[in-house]
């Protein structure tokens, strides 16, 4: 009765909140994983280690340090994760009907520019569904249930996760009428004389393409946001790579066809144990349907 007794203190659900501090190191950053106050971390965390009856960190200055007890005991917590989050995917893929809320998860412009209409105009015509769109940089684990769907630019890798190719999208060369008209003729030979717009970092896809087209093309403003590309090509700032999808649909820049423009895929990745839930599966439809006209 008494070794009883000792365990039952112990919540499972405290066990997240001390996996997202091992991993996170600080409570803040872990507060903004489980989307939580920083205060919850610390109290439920302080509860699992008073239930096991151990220190599972060292506070610091510089954050919470896992104590070796909790290296220890980070593998079977995993684990208890792990089956959690499986028994609650049969669940919730169980519930029939489009009703609940179903987590979409992609790249920030693909979301913002794109997704975001799709979704919003998907969930008028389903009034039980809530659609909740997360742009991320970050890429979310659809084994803990931080999406159930994923649109992603690589194909993810695990063999609990459905992944399909759906869409192609391809990038291209947009500039204002405005910044065409203040500088020489534009064409392959005169690209050097222009200022361009693209992403940061040499091995980008578009980096390497604008390479090839013209070794000494200069790279005048860069962000890893497309949108924040798009917006500097409108103030006249120069030539911007962007994606087809995102220029073509803007009246104010011209698209300036160049040779051999890269493309990348695009992915849908669904958790093997949610692909039949309806809802789940509702949307994982449409976004093939939506994602498709995307191909180049």
């Known amino acids: 009765m008494s070794n009883v007794q000792k365990h039952t203190g112990l919540q499972w659900d405290d066990l997240r909140f001390v996996l997202a501090l091992i991993e996170a190191g600080s409570l803040a950053r872990a507060a903004k994983t489980l989307r939580v106050d920083h205060t919850t971390v610390g109290?439920?965390?302080?509860?699992?280690?008073?239930?096991?009856?151990?220190?599972?960190?060292?506070?610091?200055?510089a954050g919470?340090?896992?104590?070796?007890?909790?290296?220890?005991?980070?593998?079977?917590?995993r684990t208890v994760e792990g089956a959690v989050d499986s028994l609650e995917r049969v669940a919730r893929a169980g519930r029939?009907?489009?009703?609940?809320?179903?987590?979409?998860?992609?790249?920030e412009t693909l979301g913002v520019a794109f997704l975001a209409p799709c979704l919003a105009a998907f969930g008028r015509k389903h009034p039980g569904l809530v659609i909740e769109l997360e742009p991320a940089g970050a890429v979310l684990d659809l084994g803990r249930q931080e999406a159930e769907i994923a649109v992603r630019p690589f194909k993810s890798k695990g063999e609990n996760l459905v992944v399909k190719r759906v869409a192609s999208i391809g990038y291209g060369l947009y500039?204002?009428?405005?910044?065409?008209?203040?500088?020489?003729a534009f064409g392959l030979e005169?690209?050097?004389d222009f200022s361009f717009l693209g992403p940061p970092g040499a091995k980008e896809l578009e980096t390497?393409?604008?390479?090839?087209?013209?070794?000494?093309?200069?790279?005048?403003?860069?962000?890893?946001?497309?949108?924040?590309?798009?917006e500097a090509a409108r103030a006249d700032a120069g030539i911007a790579i962007l994606p087809r999808y995102l220029g073509d649909a803007d009246p104010s820049l011209r698209y300036l066809p160049m040779p051999n423009e890269p493309s990348?895929?695009?992915w849908l990745t669904v958790h093997k144990d949610l692909r039949?839930?309806?809802?789940?599966?509702?949307?994982?439809?449409?976004?093939?349907?939506?994602?498709g006209r995307l191909r180049s």
């Open 43 to 61: 109290r439920r965390v302080e509860a699992a280690e008073s239930a096991l009856g151990v220190r599972l960190f060292t506070r610091t200055r």
């Open 64 to 77: 919470y340090v896992p104590t070796p007890e909790a290296k220890r005991l980070s593998a079977p917590m």
């Open 96 to 107: 029939g009907g489009l009703q609940g809320t179903v987590r979409v998860t992609s790249p």
């Open 175 to 184: 500039a204002s009428h405005g910044y065409l008209a203040q500088q020489p």
């Open 190 to 192: 005169t690209l050097s």
């Open 208 to 230: 390497l393409w604008l390479k090839k087209l013209c070794p000494n093309a200069r790279l005048g403003f860069v962000s890893t946001l497309s949108i924040a590309l798009r």
């Open 264 to 266: 990348e895929s695009l």
């Open 276 to 291: 039949a839930s309806p809802r789940v599966r509702a949307v994982l439809d449409f976004l093939a349907q939506a994602l």
